[in-house]
C-alpha cells in the first residue's frame, strides 16, 4: 500500500469513524501544491512519532511487568549508560531527519511563482474584503467573503487587516498567515483540483471571530475568466417596479453610505461591495446561506445573527426593505 | 523525630552575621539585581525592536538634550567614589564613617533624582507621540523607579543607623545596599548610551 | 556514673518544648494573619490554587456543553469570549504556576534541611498579593468586566480601540499582582537553595526536585519581567496613551507577542518543570532506588532551562517573519525534546532495575509517561513550520497543550499530592478512591482531548464559540463535552478523599513510604521548628538506608528564631542567620500594594499617590524591631 494511500485510509477511517465525510475545510484533504507539501510532513511525523510512543510505552510496561513480584534488582550502570547513550543518539536522529523534511517542504511554501492571479485581501472584523489587482487598473475589481481561483496557476494574496490582527486560513490548499495592521504579508496557493472549499479566520479578532468565513471555489481556466469578466461588469440594471424603488432606496439611504455597487451611486467602502452579492454562495461571511429569506431577515436585524456586528439595522419601511431586498437579489 | 539521631558537630560558635553570599540580604539584592536588569535588557531590546520601523530616528523630533543626561551621567559615576567607600567602611564596622555615608548617598540619590526631573523636561518628545516617545520614556521611567526605591532604602538605613543599634546584620545590609547602588549607577550608564547616543550615532 | 539515657531524653525534651514556643505561632485567627510559617503559607496557597483550578474547570466545562452542538445558543459570544479568556487566564496564572511553587514553598526548605524558607515575611506577602489579584479579577468577571481577548491578550483587539473599558485593564493588572507574587517566591527558593541546605548537601547530592526548583526560579527571574513590560506596555497604551503597540505611530502589534511569548515559552516550562522534580522524587521512593544517571538528569533539567528561551518564536510562525528565521526556531523546538528524552529514559532505566511498587503517587506518574509524552509528539509536530502553519491556532493545539500541561504537570502534581499529603496532614489518603481518581482523570481526559487532535486537523480553529454543522464536528465536539464530565467526576473523588482522610484517615507516622530525602526525617505533619537539630547529608539518599542513625549538628539557638546558612557549592556551615517573628506587616504591604495596583487601572496618578502608603508599611516592616535580639559584630 502506497505511503498516500495509507494516508487516505487513515483519514477516511478517521473520518468516516467520527463523521460525515466533509472534507473541504480539511488539512488532510489538500488540493494545492502548498498543502501536498505539508502533508508530506505529517506523514513522517506520524511514521516517526507513532512508533517512537509505542516504544517508550513498550519500555515501561516491560519494565514494571519484569519486576512483578520482587524485582530483578540492579543491571550495570554501564549497561545503562550506554543505552541512555544510544538513546540519546537516536532520538537526536530522528528529530534531525524530521527538521530537514520540516525545512525542505517549508521552502516550498516559499517557492516563487511565475504569472500568478493577484489578489488582496484586507480583513475587517468580521468579514474578507477580496480584490483582484491588475495591472490595467480597469480590470480591477472588488468583492467579499469569496475566493475564486484557477486550477493549475498560482494565486498570490497580499494580507492587510484594517483593524485586529486575523489568520487567513483555507486549510486544503495551504497553512494560514496572519493579517496584521502594519505589516504586508503576502500568501501563495496553487490550487490542482476544482471543487468548492471552505476557509475561516483563525486568530481570535473579537466577538464574531466564529463566524468569518470564506467560501472558495477553484474552476478550470475557461470558468475562471468568465467569472473574472463578469465580475467586471458594473451591477445589472433592475428591471421590475419592486427592483427599481430598491435601488432607488439603497442608495439614498443609509445603506449607501457603507455599502458600494458599481455603477450606481453608492459608493460605500466601510462594508462589503455588493455589486455581484446575488453570485455568492453564503452570506455575512458564511454566517447564513444566501436566499431571499434569509437576505431579508439579515437586513432587517443584523444583531440577531451575528451579535456584535458592524452592520447597523437601518430603520426601514416593510416596504422598503421588500424592495431593497428584491433589487439585491437581482444582483448576480 | 522518632528517628535515633547521632551528634556530629556544633554550630553554637559560628556567627550570627556575614557579608556576601552567606548573607541571605545579599541573595535578595541580587535577586532584585536580576529581574530588573532582565527588565532594562528586555526594554533596551524593545527600542531597538522599534528602530527599523521608522525612517528616521528620532522620528520627528530632535535627541534628547544632551546637557541634563550627560550632567546627570557624571553625577552618578562620580558618586561611585564615596559608595565603594561607604562598603569599605561597613566591612570594617565603622559605624560613624556608616552614619555619614548613608546621609551622603541619599542626599546624593536626592540630587539625582533631581536632574532626572530636569533630563525628563528635555526629552523633546511626548510618551504620547509615537513609539519612540513611548519606549524613551519608559526606559527613563523604569530606571528612575528603582533609583527612586535605593535612594528611599538608603535613607530609611540612615535613620536606623543614627536612631538604632547597628548590628552586625545592619552593616551587611550596608553593603548590600551599596552593590545595589553599583546596579543604579551602571545599568544608567548602558541606557544612558541607548537613549542619548543611539540617536546621534544612526 | 554515667548521663542516663533518660538525662538525655528530658533534655531533649525540654529543647523541644523551647523550640516550640520559639516557633509557635500566635493562637487564632491574628496567628493565621500574622504567620510566616512556609508550611502555613505553602499549605493555604496550594489550597488557594486547587480552588481557582475548580472555578476554571467549571468555566471550561460550560464551554463544553455550549461547543457540544453546531450553532448552540447556552453561552452567546460575549460571554463565551470572556470565559475562554477567563479560564485560560486563571489556570496559567492563577493555579499553575502558584501551585507548583507552593508545593515547592512548603517541601524545599524540609527537603534542604532547613528551619524555614530564607525569607518568611515575603513569603507571606507573596501570598496575600497573590489571593488579591486572584480576588480582583474573579470579581472583575463577575461583574461583566472580565478579560475578553483570551488569555494571550493580543494587540489590537486588547487595545483601546477594540476592547472598551476596563476589561483588559483589570486582567493586564491581574498579571502584575501573579508576577509579584510568584518572582518573590522565585527570589526566596534560589536563597534556599543555594544558602540553606544542611551540612554535607553539596550540589551533587541536592535531591532533583530541589534542583529543578532551583532551575524554575530563575527562569521566573528571567522570563516574568518580559510580561511584566510587555502588560504595563499595554496598560500605559490604553491609560496615557503611549503607542508601543500602535502601528500607524511607529509602535508594532508584534511587539507584544516578541515580550508576551518571550515569557510564555518559559511560563510553559516553568509549570512543567516541577513536575519533572516531582516524578523524580516518587519515581526514586518507589523503585527504592536512586534515580539512575543523576548527573545526567541535572544536566537534562539545566539544557531545558537554557533552551526554553530559545523557542518563543514559534508561537509566531503565521505572523510574516522571515522563513530561515522561523527554520532556526524548529531546529531549536524540536532540540528540546533531546534533554527531555533523557529524563524519560532515565525513570524508565530506574524502573528497570529497583523494586517498583504500584501505589497512588506512581500510578499518576504512569499517566505521565503515557500523556505527555504523546503531548510531547504533537510538540514536535508543531515545532514544524510548514505543519504548525495548518495547526497553529486550530483545536490540534489545544489538544497539545492539554496533553503536555495537564499529563505532564497536573497527573505529576496529583501524584505529588498523595505523596506528600501524610506529610502536610499526618494522614494517609485513600489508595482505593485514588485509583479511582486515577482511572476517571485518565480515561475522562483522552475522551475530551484526544478528538480534538482530529477537530484541529479537520479545520476546526481555536476560540470560536459555535461552528456550523455539515463539517463533520459535530460527534467529536459531542464526545470531549461529555468526557468533560468524568474529568469532573475525579475531581470530586479527590475533593472527598481529601476531606475524609482529613478527617477521618490513617495516621501516617514520619516515614510512610520509606523515601530518602530530608523532609521525611521529621515528623508529620512537621513542627514548626521543622527539624530540632541540623541534620547532616553524607549521599543524596539521606535516609537511606533506612535503619542508620540520623547525623546531625547542634547549637543553634532555641530560645530565639534562627536558621543555619551554607556555602552555595559545598553546603560548609558559615552562619546562624537570625529569622523573623509572626507579622502583620506583609499583609498591610500586599493591601497597599493592591490599593496602588487597583487605582492604577483608573489612573495613573494611582501609581504617585498609591506609593505613599506602600513607602510607610514597607518601612514599619523592615525597621527594626524592641524585641529582635541584638547581634553580635560593630560596636
Known amino acids: ?332 | 523525630m522518632s528517628r535515633a539521631e547521632s551528634v556530629v558537630g556544633d554550630l553554637s560558635e559560628l556567627p550570627d552575621y556575614n557579608f556576601g553570599s552567606t548573607s541571605l540580604g545579599w541573595w535578595g539584592t541580587i535577586g532584585f539585581m536580576l529581574i530588573e536588569g532582565m527588565g532594562f535588557v528586555l526594554a533596551i531590546g524593545a527600542y531597538y525592536y522599534l528602530l527599523p520601523y521608522e525612517s528616521a530616528w528620532p522620528p520627528e523630533q530632535s535627541p534628547p538634550s544632551l546637557l541634563w543626561g550627560t550632567l546627570f551621567t557624571a553625577v552618578a559615576i562620580a558618586s561611585e567614589i564615596p559608595n565603594a567607600w561607604i562598603k569599605r567602611r561597613a566591612k570594617n564596622y565603622d559605624l560613624p564613617a556608616v552614619r555619614f555615608g548613608l546621609v551622603l548617598m541619599t542626599l546624593v540619590g536626592v540630587v539625582l533624582l533631581g536632574l532626572r526631573a530636569m533630563e525628563f523636561t528635555a526629552l523633546n518628545v511626548r510618551w504620547d507621540q509615537n513609539a519612540y516617545g513611548s519606549i524613551v520614556w519608559a526606559l527613563m521611567a523604569l530606571h528612575t523607579l528603582h533609583m527612586a526605591t535605593d535612594t528611599f532604602d538608603s535613607g530609611v538605613l540612615g535613620a536606623i543607623a543614627w536612631l538604632k543599634k547597628f548590628d552586625g546584620r545592619k552593616f551587611s545590609d550596608v553593603a548590600d545596599n551599596a552593590m545595589y547602588w553599583h546596579f543604579i549607577v551602571w545599568s544608567w550608564v548602558v541606557l544612558y548610551v541607548v537613549v542619548y547616543w543611539t540617536p546621534r550615532w544612526m | 556514673m554515667a548521663t542516663s539515657d533518660s538525662t538525655i531524653e528530658s533534655q531533649r525534651e525540654r529543647g523541644r518544648e523551647a523550640l516550640l514556643r520559639t516557633w509557635s505561632d500566635r493562637p487564632g485567627f491574628m496567628g493565621w494573619l500574622t504567620t510566616v510559617d512556609h508550611k502555613r503559607v505553602g499549605r493555604r496557597y496550594i489550597a488557594t490554587a486547587l480552588v481557582f483550578f475548580v472555578i476554571a474547570g467549571i468555566l471550561a466545562m460550560l464551554m463544553r456543553i455550549q461547543l457540544s452542538q453546531p450553532e448552540n445558543n447556552f453561552l452567546g459570544p460575549d460571554r463565551y469570549n470572556q470565559m475562554f479568556s477567563m479560564h485560560g487566564s486563571m489556570m496559567m496564572f492563577l493555579f499553575a504556576v502558584p501551585v507548583m511553587e507552593a508545593v515547592a514553598v512548603y517541601i524545599v526548605p524540609l527537603m534542604v534541611g532547613a528551619r524555614n524558607i530564607s525569607f518568611p515575611r515575603l513569603n507571606a506577602f507573596s501570598y496575600w498579593i497573590y489571593l488579591f489579584g486572584g480576588i480582583m479579577i474573579l470579581a472583575a468577571f463577575l461583574l461583566d468586566v472580565g478579560p475578553e481577548a483570551g488569555w494571550t491578550g493580543y494587540v489590537p483587539l486588547s487595545s483601546s480601540d477594540f476592547s472598551a473599558g476596563k476589561r483588559t485593564d483589570f486582567w493586564a493588572q491581574m498579571i502584575t499582582f501573579t508576577e509579584v507574587a510568584a518572582l518573590c517566591i522565585a527570589v526566596e527558593l534560589v536563597a534556599t537553595i543555594l544558602a540553606m541546605r544542611a551540612p554535607g548537601m553539596t550540589l551533587r547530592r541536592i535531591p532533583l526536585f530541589a534542583w529543578s526548583m532551583l532551575i524554575v526560579s530563575l527562569m521566573v527571574i528571567f522570563a516574568m519581567p518580559a510580561v511584566m513590560l510587555s502588560s504595563s506596555f499595554l496598560i500605559s497604551d490604553r491609560l496615557v496613551g503611549t503607542q508601543f503597540y500602535n502601528a500607524g505611530e511607529g509602535g508594532d502589534p508584534l511587539l507584544w507577542q516578541h515580550l508576551f511569548w518571550f515569557f510564555g515559552h518559559p511560563e510553559v516550562y516553568i509549570i512543567f518543570m516541577p513536575a519533572l522534580g516531582m516524578i523524580s522524587s516518587i519515581v526514586e521512593t518507589f523503585s527504592r532506588r536512586p534515580i539512575f544517571g543523576y548527573t545526567a538528569m541535572v544536566l537534562a533539567l539545566v539544557a531545558t532551562g537554557f533552551l526554553a528561551f530559545g523557542l518563543w518564536v514559534h508561537h509566531m510562525f503565521a505572523t510574516g517573519l522571515p522563513p530561515l528565521g522561523n527554520s532556526f526556531y524548529t531546529a531549536a523546538s524540536m532540540m528540546i525534546a533531546i534533554p527531555s528524552g533523557v529524563q524519560i529514559f532515565c525513570w524508565i532505566a530506574t524502573l528497570w532495575t529497583g523494586k517498583p511498587i504500584i501505589t497512588v503517587p506512581l500510578l499518576f506518574v504512569l499517566g505521565f509517561f503515557a500523556l505527555f509524552v504523546l503531548g510531547g509528539m504533537t510538540g514536535v509536530m508543531v515545532a514544524s513550520v510548514p505543519l504548525d502553519l495548518q495547526v497553529h491556532d486550530t483545536y490540534f493545539v489545544v489538544a497539545h497543550f492539554h496533553y503536555v500541561l495537564i499529563g505532564g504537570a497536573v497527573f505529576p502534581l496529583m501524584g505529588a499530592l498523595y505523596f506528600w499529603f501524610p506529610k502536610f496532614t499526618g494522614r494517609m489518603l485513600s489508595e482505593a478512591l485514588g485509583r479511582l481518581q486515577f482511572w476517571l482523570f485518565f480515561i475522562g481526559f483522552n475522551v475530551t482531548f484526544f478528538p480534538m487532535h482530529i477537530l484541529g486537523l479537520m479545520g476546526m480553529p481555536r476560540r470560536v464559540y459555535t461552528y456550523p454543522s455539515g463539517l463533520g464536528w459535530d460527534l467529536p465536539n459531542m464526545i470531549a463535552s461529555l468526557g468533560s464530565w468524568v474529568i469532573a467526576g475525579s475531581v470530586l473523588v479527590f475533593a472527598f478523599n481529601v476531606f475524609y482522610a482529613l478527617r477521618a484517615g490513617r495516621p501516617a507516622g514520619d516515614n510512610p513510604w520509606g523515601a530518602p530525602t530530608l523532609e521525611w526525617a521529621t515528623l508529620s505533619p512537621p513542627p514548626p521548628y521543622n527539624f530540632e537539630e541540623m541534620p547532616v547529608v553524607r549521599g543524596s539518599e539521606p535516609l537511606w538506608p533506612l535503619d542508620t542513625d540520623l547525623p546531625v549538628m547542634t547549637g543553634l539557638a532555641k530560645d530565639k528564631r534562627e536558621a543555619l546558612l551554607t556555602t552555595s557549592t559545598d553546603a560548609l556551615p558559615a552562619t546562624r542567620w537570625a529569622m523573623p517573628d509572626p507579622s502583620i506587616w506583609p499583609l498591610w504591604s500586599a493591601l497597599a500594594l493592591t490599593v496602588l495596583f487597583v487605582w492604577s487601572i483608573f489612573s495613573p496618578w494611582g501609581v504617585v499617590w498609591g506609593a505613599i502608603p506602600l513607602a510607610v508599611v514597607l518601612t514599619v516592616w523592615f525597621w527594626p524591631k524592641r524585641s529582635e535580639p541584638s547581634l553580635g559584630g560593630g560596636e
Open chain 1, 1 to 332: 500500500m502506497s505511503l498516500r494511500g495509507l494516508r487516505w485510509g487513515l483519514a477516511a477511517a478517521g473520518s468516516a469513524l467520527l463523521s460525515a465525510c466533509n472534507t473541504v475545510q480539511s488539512a488532510l484533504a489538500p488540493v494545492a501544491d502548498e498543502s501536498r507539501a505539508i502533508v508530506r510532513v505529517w506523514d513522517l511525523m506520524l511514521w516517526i512519532c507513532g512508533p517512537m510512543y509505542l516504544l517508550v510505552l513498550l519500555a515501561l510496561g516491560y519494565a514494571l511487568w519484569r519486576n512483578r513480584g520482587n524485582g530483578h534488582g540492579r543491571a550495570s550502570e554501564r549497561t545503562l549508560w550506554f543505552g541512555l547513550l544510544g538513546f540519546t543518539v537516536l532520538t537526536a536522529g530522528l528529530l534531525t531527519v524530521l527538521t530537514a523534511q520540516s525545512y525542505v517542504q517549508d521552502r516550498r511554501l516559499h517557492a516563487p511563482v511565475s504569472d500568478p492571479v493577484n489578489v488582496r485581501i484586507t480583513a475587517k472584523q468580521w468579514w474578507w474584503q477580496v480584490e483582484y489587482l491588475d495591472a490595467d487598473p480597469s480590470k480591477q475589481f472588488t468583492t467579499a467573503n469569496e475566493l475564486h481561483l484557477p486550477v493549475d496557476r498560482p494565486a498570490r494574496i497580499e494580507l492587510r487587516s484594517a483593524d485586529v490582527i486575523h489568520s487567513l486560513w483555507i486549510p486544503v490548499l495551504n497553512g494560514k498567515e496572519d493579517l496584521i495592521p502594519g505589516h504586508a504579508n503576502t500568501i501563495t496557493m496553487t490550487p490542482r483540483k476544482v471543487g468548492r472549499y471552505r476557509g475561516q479566520c483563525a486568530e481570535f479578532c473579537g466577538l464574531q471571530h466564529a463566524n468569518m468565513a470564506l467560501d472558495v471555489r477553484i474552476d478550470d481556466a475557461a470558468g475562471f475568466a468568465a467569472w473574472q469578466a463578469h465580475q467586471r461588469t458594473p451591477a445589472a440594471t433592475p428591471t421590475t417596479p419592486s427592483a427599481i424603488a430598491g435601488r432607488n432606496d439603497f442608495t439614498a439611504m443609509a445603506c449607501a453610505m457603507c455599502h458600494a455597487i458599481d455603477g450606481t451611486d453608492a459608493g460605500g467602502v466601510v462594508g462589503p461591495n455588493l455589486t455581484h452579492l446575488a453570485s455568492r454562495h453564503r452570506l455575512a461571511a458564511g454566517a447564513l446561506p444566501l436566499d431571499r429569506g434569509t437576505l431579508e431577515t439579515w437586513i432587517l436585524d443584523p444583531q440577531r445573527h451575528k451579535p456584535g456586528t458592524n452592520m447597523p439595522a437601518v430603520p426601514l419601511q416593510p416596504q422598503q426593505l421588500s424592495d431593497i431586498t428584491d433589487y439585491l437579489m437581482t444582483l448576480n
